[in-house]
């Protein structure tokens, strides 16, 4: 990649009061306990993701402080070009956001990201701006000069962001439509020829199922009383065994283990560690799909 996130400020930032940090290709945090790794990795992803909840329990206060609804949370990010200019991808997409520092020769964009508070929907919300300069470290609270041009989506999604807790249990994950594993199978992407014969045989295997099933027949013909309930003729249940629609695929997905000794058996079954690893092979595999994605999109 061409670009580098030189340099990320916090201000008023869970615990962190003011600090500013800088990155290099590649960075290590070490640290005991609450010294404020994950906050930081929280404070770089607030950054580069459209949207997330905030509340008055993310804003650093002082001991014997009261939270007063002006105070704010202030995320500015320093991205270089790693050659002088930045190239043409990256020119096209920051346009007029572009600055030249006059202490380096490479040029930067520099990004502000405010999470103040919304009396009007008693809500925090996130604001961002470019900057026109990168303000020196004790003026960052009092800076003024943005830039008119706007940050596009399409900016924001440039640097797509993957966080993920280390104790995420796959299983949790499955059932989370938000988790890495729910965006990546909530659409399969098939063809719509391929998608109608498979719902076909789907269809075929639900009632075939059902029709050599006593209790399940029995279930079915009990259950359709229902419109005695409801006072009404025109409603009916129906029982799936499996799914019937591809849309619906991801809601039933099961991931199943084995090895040279067992039968294979659900993954809910295995130890903590092993699901957790399985989480992170998960965001892997995500991370991959949305390089490939945006590669053929020219992103």
Known sequence: MSILIKELRIRNYKCFKSEDILFNDSNLLLGVNNAGKTSLLEALELCFIPFKRINEDHIFIEKGESLSKEKRIILDVLIESKEEEFDENWFDLFGELIIDLDTDDKQFVALRTVIIYNSIKGDYDIERKAMNTWPESGNVENYDNFNSGRITRNIIDSFPVFYLDAKRDITTEMKEKNSYFGKLVKDIDLNVDSEEDIENILNNINDEIIANSEVLKH?????????????????????????????????????????????????????????????????????????????????
């Open 219 to 299: 279930l079915h013909s009990t259950l359709n009383q229902i419109d005695k309930i409801t006072d009404s003729e025109q409603n009916s249940i129906e029982i799936n065994p499996v799914t019937r629609k591809i849309k619906d695929l991801n809601h039933g997905m099961e991931i199943k283990y084995t090895d040279r000794f067992s039968e294979s058996f659900s993954i809910d079954n295995l130890g903590m560690g092993t699901r957790s690893w399985a989480t992170f092979l998960t965001l892997s595999a995500y991370i991959d799909w949305k390089v490939k994605e945006m590669t053929q999109k020219n992103i």
